[in-house]
């Protein structure tokens, strides 16, 4: 049964997978699209293209059917303003379970046991005048490279966490002045080592932040991501070398202070936590643009705050580069799913 079962979840990781070979824009349709069995089937063809998704006759049958479904889904619920275009995304014909699987479930619990450094207030009490708009995503940093590392994919693994952890370690890494430190960072070590935390059962950035201060990590490509824990929970730190990085601490920004926040963001990238729910079939098939659609009620997936203008926030999620814009989220400030509810954490670095 053990190995039935291992086998099972290697592969629903390789359908995944599958899913995203390459990373590309939204895939636009209309209702036209729609019209018919066969038009929806042309549409699932140019969608394979367009994702460049490779599936085999088979295997295509039976994803028709979610294709199928999420393309109406989209049509009939997604909120959209003007003339903006329908988008797919590319994971319209995974499985309810695939998508489920992504789901952080953070942790609320033991958060008085953690001692964060004394946040800095980047503006005073609240004198600086803040730029109308920042984006790091298309700032150049040290050693002459994107100030923000690439977008990767935490797939059936409840680890957005660690993905958001590491992220904006490896920001701040590479924004410091005279960066000499390039590094991209093991969730994975995250995931099996950080026992405050539960794996790919959910967990918190700030306690990824103490298990890195108090441990140090090491490097993606000493420890790689596997997409899922081990059965036996192994951890591979003491045998993997530590990264040459100095964290003091982490610090907490506080709760509904938008002020704060962006502040923050003016100098260094932030981890926010917002709230997406349960069947929530809007925000998995977000695929660009600005998002009004459904919010949860509770707050269950963290990602990394990139930047912001006077309407809206931009997120970098850990779910692929085939999803959202590039793997972005352009969250509405004004619909902005209760990520000013826990404020924002961010690392803080030897040199700050």
């Given at each position: 049964?053990?190995?039935?079962?291992?086998?099972?979840?290697?592969?629903?990781?390789?359908?995944?997978?599958?899913?995203e070979?390459?990373?590309?824009?939204?895939?636009?349709?209309?209702?036209?699209?729609?019209?018919?069995?066969k038009?929806?089937?042309?549409?699932?063809?140019?969608?394979?293209?367009?994702?460049?998704?490779?599936?085999?006759?088979?295997?295509k049958?039976?994803?028709?059917?979610?294709?199928?479904?999420?393309?109406?889904?989209?049509?009939?619920?997604?909120?959209?303003?003007?003339?903006?275009?329908?988008?797919?995304?590319?994971?319209?014909?995974?499985?309810?379970a695939?998508?489920?699987?992504?789901?952080?479930?953070?942790?609320?619990?033991?958060r008085?046991?953690?001692?964060?450094?004394?946040?800095?207030?980047?503006?005073?009490?609240?004198?600086?005048?803040?730029?109308?708009?920042?984006?790091?995503?298309?700032?150049?940093?040290?050693?002459g490279?994107?100030?923000?590392s690439?977008?990767?994919?935490?797939?059936?693994?409840?680890s957005?966490?660690?993905?958001?952890?590491?992220?904006?370690?490896?920001?701040?890494?590479?924004?410091?002045?005279?960066?000499?430190?390039?590094?991209?960072?093991?969730?994975q070590e995250?995931?099996?080592?950080?026992?405050?935390?539960?794996?790919?059962?959910?967990?918190?950035a700030?306690?990824?932040?103490?298990?890195?201060?108090?441990?140090?990590?090491?490097?993606?490509?000493?420890?790689?991501?596997?997409?899922?824990?081990?059965?036996?929970?192994?951890?591979?730190?003491?045998?993997?070398?530590?990264?040459?990085?100095?964290?003091?601490?982490?610090?907490q920004?506080?709760?509904?202070?938008?002020?704060?926040?962006?502040?923050?963001?003016?100098?260094?990238?932030?981890?926010?936590a917002?709230?997406?729910?349960d069947?929530?079939?809007?925000?998995?098939?977000?695929?660009?643009?600005?998002?009004?659609?459904?919010?949860?009620?509770?707050?269950?997936?963290?990602?990394?705050?990139?930047?912001?203008?006077?309407?809206?926030?931009?997120l970098?999620?850990?779910?692929?580069q085939?999803?959202g814009?590039?793997?972005?989220?352009?969250?509405?400030?004004?619909?902005n799913?209760?990520i000013?509810?826990?404020g924002?954490?961010y690392?803080?670095?030897?040199?700050?």
């Open positions: 049964m053990a190995g039935q079962a291992i086998a099972a979840v290697l592969g629903i990781l390789l359908a995944l997978a599958l899913l070979p390459t990373a590309a824009a939204g895939l636009k349709f209309t209702t036209h699209d729609l019209r018919s069995e038009a929806v089937r042309q549409l699932y063809e140019r969608w394979c293209k367009h994702f460049k998704v490779v599936r085999k006759q088979e295997e049958v039976h994803r028709f059917a979610n294709f199928n479904q999420t393309v109406h889904h989209v049509a009939s619920h997604t909120v959209r303003v003007a003339d903006e275009p329908l988008r797919l995304n590319g994971f319209a014909d995974a499985t309810w695939e998508l489920e699987a992504c789901r952080c479930r953070m942790t609320p619990e033991g008085r046991n953690l001692a964060p450094v004394p946040v800095k207030r980047r503006g005073g009490d609240g004198n600086l005048t803040l730029p109308d708009s920042i984006d790091w995503t298309s700032r150049i940093c040290g050693q490279r994107p100030c923000i690439p977008v990767r994919n935490q797939f059936l693994c409840g957005c966490w660690a993905f958001a952890a590491t992220a904006a370690i490896e920001s701040h890494l590479a924004i410091r002045p005279e960066a000499s430190i390039i590094v991209q960072l093991s969730e995250l995931v099996d080592c950080d026992h405050a935390s539960h794996g790919c059962k959910g967990g918190l700030i306690k990824a932040f103490n298990y890195i201060n108090q441990n140090g990590i090491t490097s993606r490509q000493n420890y790689p991501y596997r997409t899922f824990q081990r059965e036996n929970g192994t951890c591979l730190a003491r045998t993997t070398p530590r990264t040459n990085i100095t964290m003091i601490g982490w610090t920004l506080e709760p509904h202070n938008e002020y704060e926040l962006l502040a923050q963001v003016t100098s260094a990238l932030v981890v926010v917002i709230s997406i729910g069947n929530n079939t809007e925000f998995r098939g977000y695929a660009g643009g600005m998002y009004w659609g459904k919010c949860g009620t509770k707050i269950d997936h963290e990602l990394l705050l990139v930047g912001y203008d006077p309407d809206s926030y931009l970098k999620n850990s779910w692929g085939s999803w814009d590039f793997g972005y989220l352009l969250l509405p400030r004004t619909h799913c209760g000013l509810e826990r924002g954490s690392p803080v670095m030897g040199w700050d």
